[in-house]
């Protein structure tokens, strides 16, 4: 853990950290929006399963407000002509989903404990696991859920921390959380700004 901690550190004092800090700043401006925007967040953690971030940012910008009014049909034919790799249950979950945009932003309020709020997402919205539940949250403000992907697993087992996980269950996603929580107290930052310097390492961008 020692050698991961001196490489965040090194970061934390490098340029890297206005661009963390920067998306933080954009994180928080995301959950104060109205609850169609932040379905639209939603939307873009849907699509981010087993599928790339990257792609999926460039993806929700060319739909917009489609999240919120095509049909399934058409998200489908939008989401395949835009090379995302499952269009047919991508856009049937968003779709599935859409009941819940004019009230999403109720519903998050309505929660005092981001870790129950995070279960509350998986039962029930298609498509939403640990992870993405995770990364939606932390993508409108909130800052103690862990965003576990390949990329940090790969990190993880490279500096000796853990053995990458065949699969992925309940019970190994909240261990590694709570290593990473370990590992963020020990820099005394949040779960955010660690896992942004963690995507930094692996990728070399400071993505949301």
């Known amino acids: 853990m020692k050698a991961l901690i001196e490489e965040i550190e090194r970061l934390k004092n490098s340029r890297v950290k206005d661009a963390v800090n920067k998306r933080v700043e954009e994180f928080k401006e995301m959950g104060k929006k109205d609850s169609k925007e932040i379905f639209k967040e939603l939307c873009f953690c849907i699509l981010t399963a087993n599928f790339r971030a990257l792609a999926s940012i460039k993806i929700q910008k060319e739909i917009g407000n489609g999240f919120l009014n095509l049909s ?7 989401l395949h002509a835009l090379g ?21 932003k109720k519903i ?23 992870k993405e539940a995770s990364h939606f949250l932390r993508n409108i403000g909130f800052t103690d859920l862990a965003i576990i992907d390949f990329h940090i697993l790969d990190l993880l087992a490279r500096y000796e921390l853990i053995k990458r996980p065949k699969t992925m269950t309940k019970k190994k996603y909240l261990e ?19 896992d942004l310097y963690l995507w930094y390492m692996e990728t070399g961008k400071v993505l949301k």
């Open 72 to 78: 399934e049909e058409e998200l489908t034919n939008k």
């Open 84 to 104: 995302h790799r499952f269009p047919n249950t991508r856009a049937r979950y968003i779709v599935e989903a859409r009941e819940m945009a004019s009230s999403l």
């Open 108 to 130: 998050i309020n309505s929660f005092e404990n981001e870790c129950k709020l995070r279960e509350w997402l998986v039962k029930n919205i298609k498509g939403i696991g640990y």
């Open 176 to 194: 590694i959380e709570g290593l990473l929580r370990k590992i963020a107290n020990r820099l005394n930052i949040t779960l955010t700004e660690l």
